[in-house]
């Protein structure tokens, strides 16, 4: 007997969705079933939307009605207040809430500037908190929120002072939050990606690539659908024992 994930019937939103690992987190949700509100920054540039709105279609076409592209910027607690009022407007409410939302400032931390470690805390630590808080309220009961964190959190990567705390303090409140959040049968997870070969580590040199490859077990960056299939896993009722727990997809870093 095959076992199937089908998430019909519920409505999603995922934060920062526009590309990387948020991108296939929602086409992997929508794939199962899912309606999916794919949230972005609105820049001034307006690519982050333009690359919302394109995924948004993309889905739509597959099945009529069951994306769309939400702006707000997560590190502004009214954004992300009037975008849960939207989504409750127009789809009554949430049962899945992904926090994917983030940046990095790769600096030591003699040499990060007070700026960049405030927009790290904002958009990572922050906007996580902006989004459990309002999202709880349109949150429909025994539905399911998943965090992201990161090896950072524990592998003291060089230069990721701001980015390994905040992802720490987020695997920290997905676990105060599991505790909360269970009379109302929510279940509240993280999954702690590794290296995984997005446009994040783009940048990075092929000797620094190399030495990280040395690292993991299986030999090989992650994959950002490997990523998006954990989250969908903790989404589903394959997990409904797991809350408040943090589940690495590292390819066994430091094994």
Not at 5 to 16: C, Q, S
Not at 31 to 52: F, K, M, Q, T, Y
Not at 83 to 91: E, Y
Not at 133 to 155: F, N, T, W
Request: with cysteine; glycine share 12%.
């Amino acid at each position: 007997m095959s076992i199937v994930i089908d998430l019909a019937g519920k409505t999603a939103l995922v934060t920062g969705a526009s590309q990387g690992i948020g991108a296939e987190i929602a086409r992997r949700l929508h794939r199962a079933g899912a309606r999916v509100a794919i949230n972005h920054p609105d820049l001034g540039d307006g690519r982050p939307r333009a690359d919302a709105e394109a995924i948004a279609a993309e889905l739509n076409v597959l099945r009529d009605d069951s994306a769309l592209a939400t702006a707000a910027d997560v590190s502004d607690p009214d954004a992300v207040r009037a975008m849960m009022q939207d989504l409750q407007q127009r789809w009554g409410g949430l049962d899945l809430l992904i926090n994917n939302a983030g940046v990095l400032r790769e600096h030591s931390l003699s040499k990060i500037t007070i700026e960049e470690w405030r927009e790290v805390v904002s958009v990572n630590l922050s906007g996580v908190f902006h989004c459990c808080k309002y999202g709880l309220e349109i949150l429909r009961d025994g539905g399911g929120i998943v965090c992201m964190g990161s090896l950072a959190a524990e592998a003291g990567f060089h230069g990721q002072s701001a980015y390994a705390a905040t992802k720490a303090g987020v695997q920290a409140m997905v676990r105060v939050l599991a505790g909360e959040s269970a009379r109302r049968g929510i279940r509240v997870n993280a999954v702690a990606p590794g290296v995984i070969d997005t446009p994040m580590i783009a940048g990075l040199a092929d000797g620094v690539r190399t030495q990280l490859v040395k690292s993991i077990a299986l030999r090989r960056l992650g994959r950002a659908e490997e990523v998006a299939d954990a989250v969908v896993f903790l989404c589903s009722p394959l997990a409904s024992y797991i809350t408040g727990h943090t589940l690495d997809v590292n390819g066994g870093f430091g094994k």
